[in-house]
């Protein structure tokens, strides 16, 4: 089993449909690894074992700001942070290219 840790989270604004990317270690890259922003699941467009880029999910309810970003492998391993990821009706943020 991966020990899974993670760094963070590029850009830390944005609205659904935009590009992300989670750094981190211990990821499985294959099968791609589940990621959830405050328990919605996100679609992955890659991975490797440092970082996990995907498309920013439909806003969850509550809560807008400081997400809970989770990160879970393939083997059921899994870490969560409280990111500093902020939902924005219109992002100001540089784009990240998978």
């Given amino acids: ?4 840790t993670l760094g963070g ?3 830390t604004s944005g609205k659904p449909g935009d590009v992300f990317r989670v750094t ?9 690894p589940l990621v959830q922003f405050a328990g919605v699941n996100a679609t992955i467009l890659n991975a490797t074992t440092t970082q996990v880029f995907g498309l920013v999910p439909t806003q969850p309810a509550l809560p807008t700001s400081n997400v809970t970003l989770k990160v879970t492998n393939s083997d059921a391993t ?7 990821f902020k939902y924005t009706s219109n992002a100001a943020c540089t784009p990240v290219t998978p």
């Fill in 24 to 32: 981190g270690t211990g990821i499985i890259a294959s099968p791609l």
């Fill in 78 to 84: 899994s870490a969560s942070i409280v990111s500093a």
């Fill in 9 to 11: 989270i590029t850009p």
């Fill in 1 to 4: 089993m991966a020990i899974v």
